[in-house]
């Protein structure tokens, strides 16, 4: 997770896990249930942010160890 690539791959996919999480236990956490264009829509965004997560996960294996 050294690379940026990663890192905010780890950070989409947290996102993306939280809108379920939200819509199933009301629990406050994430960012995708305080995007008002997704009010309603939390599972579906988001599983929608699964995807890029899993490609930033791709795009930081292919790269080398550094820069």
Sequence with gaps: MKEPPGGIGFFTL???AA???HQFTDRDRGLVHRVGFADGCEIYAGVA???PALALFAAAASRGPGW
């Design 14 to 16: 947290v996102q993306g």
């Design 19 to 21: 809108g379920p999480v």
């Design 49 to 51: 942010l699964v995807g």
